[in-house]
């Protein structure tokens, strides 16, 4: 079973269902994504299933992809948005959530997603004045996945203290629109991880880092020395599909046709089944 880690949908800018001001630029692209065109997507490229992720352009709302994991709960689960402006707020919802009630009782949302490669979450999470959220997540039993180029001895400071948080690392911690060896500059931060076994990494939206055409060369030794360091229970494989320079089938088979020292069971670990495990999936 393929699972894709992160793909986004969304909805009009509009009245009824307005975005954020000046967050328009930040969209993949102008039209709308809905379930319906991912899936057709998902199919051509023999994607089986997908966690959908909120893109930031919308705000911090989750309506559309619980939608969507609410239709075809076999093929869609979600980790959301959570809006940390207002920690008393946030506090109380995940106070609501249960370590056993799953994806399931949550109405697909599997965990959490957060941003942190913007101020201010990029400054609050390198200062550690998100000291009061990181309880509440491991109490939630939520996993959570994040985005902290520029913050991942932080990260690992939060990893460490909190040992019952499930972390995942978006995207390799690359930053956005960086392509070559320039893109994994803070590479050894990020296998610095790999010695705290609550901590994983999401392989997502790896052809955007990439400076030469499919199959992406110049991220083998890359991809290599992060799959040896975090394994094939903790290195999840996923496009970001609205995001790629390439076609969706080619963001599959860079996977599982292009690395060599991806086979057998170590790929269908990487390419899925770890990823069911780690956020409680059923398969």
Same mark, same amino acid.
Request: some cysteine; charged content about 20%; glycine content about 8%.
């Given at each position: ?21 000046? &967050? ?6 102008? =039209? !709308? ?17 997908? *966690?959908?992720?909120? /893109? ?19 093929? #869609? ?18 106070? =609501? ?5 799953? /994806? ?14 913007? !101020? /201010? ?5 390198? $200062? ?6 990181? !309880? ?23 990893? =460490?203290?909190?040992?019952? +948080?499930?972390? $995942? *690392?978006?995207?390799?911690?690359? /930053?956005?629109?960086? &392509? ?19 901590? $994983? ?9 990439? $400076? ?7 991220? &083998?030794?890359?991809?290599?020395? *992060? ?8 290195? #999840?494989?996923?496009?970001?599909? &609205? ?9 599959? =088979?860079? #996977?599982?046709?292009?690395? !060599? #020292? +991806? ?12 990823? +069911? ?7």
């Amino acid at each position: 079973m393929i699972v894709d880690a992160q793909l986004h949908l969304w909805g009009a800018d509009s009245a009824g269902r307005p975005w954020p001001p000046g &967050t328009s630029a930040l969209a993949h692209r102008a =039209e !709308p994504y809905g379930a319906e065109e991912l899936l057709v997507a998902m199919d051509d490229a023999g994607v089986e299933r997908a *966690v959908l992720v909120p /893109p930031s352009w919308e705000g911090d709302r989750n309506d559309l992809a619980l939608g969507a994991a609410r239709r075809y709960p076999d093929r #869609f689960s979600v980790m959301g948005r959570l809006s940390l402006a207002d920690p008393p707020a946030a506090l109380a919802w995940l106070a =609501e959530q249960s370590a056993d009630r799953g /994806p399931a009782g949550r109405s697909g949302l599997l965990g959490l997603r957060f941003t942190f490669h913007r !101020p /201010p979450l990029s400054d609050q999470l390198k $200062a550690g004045r998100l000291d009061w959220l990181w !309880p509440a997540l491991a109490r939630a039993g939520l996993p959570v996945a994040l985005y902290p180029p520029g913050g991942l001895r932080a990260l690992g400071a939060v990893a =460490e203290r909190h040992p019952d +948080l499930r972390l $995942a *690392v978006d995207h390799l911690a690359l /930053p956005v629109n960086v &392509t070559g060896p320039a893109a994994f500059a803070e590479l050894d931060d990020l296998l610095a991880l790999a010695d705290l076994p609550n901590v $994983a990494v999401k392989a997502t939206c790896l052809p955007a880092a990439s $400076a030469r055409p499919y199959p992406f060369a110049d991220l &083998t030794a890359a991809v290599h020395r *992060v799959f040896d360091a975090f394994g094939p229970d903790r290195m #999840f494989w996923g496009s970001d599909l &609205t995001r790629l320079p390439c076609t969706y089938r080619e963001c599959v =088979e860079h #996977f599982t046709h292009s690395l !060599p #020292f +991806l086979t057998g069971r170590d790929r269908e670990r990487v390419m899925g089944g770890a990823l +069911l495990d780690w956020a409680g999936w059923p398969a």
